[in-house]
């Protein structure tokens, strides 16, 4: 007897419509069956509180869960009616607006010093200089003498050791030269070519 069977004849044992011989082979079966017995003791409360013929428990939960989501609206993602284009548009405004509000700031002023340079080719050619610092010399004393020569480490060390320093204008390479050559502690090595 398979399952849906098995519950329609404990719906018909606890309503008296099955005959003598079905009402006692199926009470030695609920006796020998414990799943079965409480499947029984289940139906039979249900009729108690309930006799008017319904289906199975487990049909009626299934009916009720099936019915509530045919019931239930469907869900927009938008809250209006929006077709392709209009996404579209207001993508390409999103873009256009960012175009001419942040990217600018991003880019900086083209005439700024400090603005980013691609590393393959320096723009600093002629106010640069190379030079190798003492192996004695402290951190202090590096940082020190490039602020007061206003130069900056833009490379380095290379693989002998050498570092490229840029200044902002020929004046302040003049100067910075003067000062490495005033500094053998700090600077062993100068290369202005």
């Not at 405004?93 to 005439?111: C, H, K, Y």
Request: glycine share 4%; charged share 25%; proline share 8%.
């Amino acid at each position: 007897m398979g399952e849906p069977d098995k519950s329609a004849a404990l719906q018909d044992l606890v309503r008296g419509r099955l005959s003598p011989d079905e009402a006692r082979r199926l009470k030695d079966a609920i006796n020998a069956d414990p799943e079965l017995e409480a499947e029984y003791r289940l139906i039979a409360a249900l009729n108690e509180v309930d006799p008017a013929p319904h289906a199975l428990p487990s049909e009626l939960g299934w009916a009720k869960l099936e019915k509530a989501i045919d019931n239930q609206p469907p869900r927009r993602v938008w809250g209006a009616n929006i077709t392709l284009w209009q996404a579209a548009a207001c993508v390409a405004i999103a873009v256009v607006a960012w175009q001419f509000t942040v990217a600018p700031r991003l880019v900086g002023n083209p005439a700024d010093p400090s603005r980013y340079e691609t590393a393959s080719v320096p723009d600093h050619a002629g106010v640069a200089v190379r030079i190798a610092f003492a192996p004695a010399a402290t951190e202090a004393a590096i940082r020190a003498l490039l602020r007061e020569s206003q130069a900056r480490i833009v490379d380095g060390p290379s693989a002998v050791g050498l570092y490229t320093l840029v200044f902002n204008n020929d004046e302040a390479r003049a100067a910075g030269l003067q000062r490495f050559a005033a500094s053998p502690s700090v600077v062993t090595t100068v290369d202005a070519d």
